[in-house]
């Protein structure tokens, strides 16, 4: 079956990096544009970055524009997050999940997150 | 603020209806289509709706939904306890080339 699976959370001081992975297994990888998703605690949801099958079409929220990055190695089915410089607002449960091509954010799997605190 | 809205809550009784309203503009639903997910606290979204109308395998006929224009409604009918949950829409926004979710509405059933 379908399964994505994030890791890489954790605390961390503001200013400091962190990269979080998600490893997809039941599906074609590389297939599929991917996303992550961040909701923070009591909020709502947040899209943060997209990435389209071959790499090649890239998007980030203005919010971490320039600071975060999302990559994916197709040959591991593994999608990443680099985060740097890191903020207190960016404190969120990060998910990832992915989109059938043509979907306009149609996100019909999602891993159960990882959450990320930024506290000093 | 988000820039598709949604109203923040909404309440009804068991076995009524209900609808919810996401709210964008010509770049993003004008454009794209609409998905809507179902989060209850604690878990992961589920994807109820995608490309407008259309449920994926497995969710009740009780959900459906539609979209007009640069706004979109999900309904809900013969509501449940187990449906309480909160309701988010998304699209994509072509001109700015970023995902959209609406701020969310919390459905009571009471």
């Known amino acids: 079956q379908v399964q994505l699976v994030e890791s890489g959370g954790g605390v961390v001081q503001p200013g400091r990096s962190l990269r979080l992975s998600c490893i997809a297994s039941?599906?074609?990888?590389?297939?599929?544009?991917m996303h992550w998703v961040r909701q923070a605690p009591g909020k709502g949801l947040e899209w943060v970055a997209g990435m389209w099958s071959d790499g090649r079409g890239i998007y980030h929220a203005d919010s971490v524009r320039g600071r975060f990055t999302i990559s994916r190695d197709n040959a591991k089915s593994t999608l990443y997050l680099q985060m740097n410089s890191l903020r207190g607002e960016d404190t969120a449960v990060y998910y990832c999940?992915?989109?059938?091509?043509?979907?306009?954010?149609?996100?019909?799997?999602w891993g159960q997150g990882t959450l990320v605190t930024v506290s000093p | 603020q988000s820039v598709l809205t949604q109203p923040p809550s909404l309440s009804a009784a068991p076995g009524q209806m209900v609808t919810i309203s996401c709210s964008g503009s010509s770049s993003n639903i004008g454009k794209s289509y609409v998905s809507w997910y179902q989060q209850i606290p604690g878990t992961a979204p589920k994807l109820l709706i995608y490309?407008?109308?259309k449920r994926p395998s497995g969710i009740p006929v009780r959900f459906s939904a539609s979209k007009s224009g640069t706004s979109a409604t999900l309904g809900i009918t013969g509501l449940q306890t187990g449906d309480e949950a909160d309701y988010y829409c998304g699209t994509w926004d072509s001109v700015l080339s970023v995902g959209l979710f609406g701020g969310g509405t919390k459905l009571t059933v009471l």
């Open positions: 490309e407008n109308n």
């Open positions: 999940a992915r989109e059938p091509p043509n979907g306009d954010l149609k996100c019909d799997a």
């Open positions: 039941g599906f074609t990888f590389s297939s599929y544009p």
